[in-house]
Nanobody
Framework: DVQLQASGGGLVQAGGSLRLSCLMS????????IGWFRQAPGKEREPASC??????YYANSVKGRITISRDNARNLVYLQMNNLKPEDTAVYYC????????????WGQGTLVTVSS
């Protein structure tokens, strides 16, 4: 079974930092794109960042403040978030794209990030 487990969320003051982790099992990094999404209260889920072999993508709302990285040996994907803002408050999910369909078919349970002003 494919499993993704997100962790690292918490309460932080505006301007602070957090590092989220996504531990993956049952799926290989090879050829897979891994993404971080977020869903703020009352809003739809939106992409924040994704990483594939040699490429990273960042949403405009977080560009310059977050960095996505991966540790293939440990099956981990990280999301380093700096200079956090209250509008970054959301549940953050990691997801893995299916090579067959090209869709994000595998999702973690989410980790809550709360940024106080």
């Amino acid at each position: 079974d494919v499993q993704l487990q997100a962790s690292g969320g918490g309460l932080v003051q505006a301007g602070g930092s957090l590092r989220l982790s996504c531990l993956m099992s049952g799926i290989s990094f090879d050829g897979n794109t891994i993404g971080w999404f977020r869903q703020a209260p009352g809003k739809e889920r939106e992409p924040a960042s994704c990483i594939s072999e040699g490429r990273q993508y960042y949403a405009n709302s977080v560009k310059g403040r977050i960095t996505i990285s991966r540790d293939n040996a440990r099956n981990l994907v990280y999301l380093q978030m700096n200079n956090l803002k209250p509008e970054d408050t959301a549940v953050y999910y990691c997801a893995a794209q299916s090579i067959a369909s090209g869709e994000y078919s595998y999702w973690g349970q989410g980790t809550l990030v709360t940024v106080s002003s």
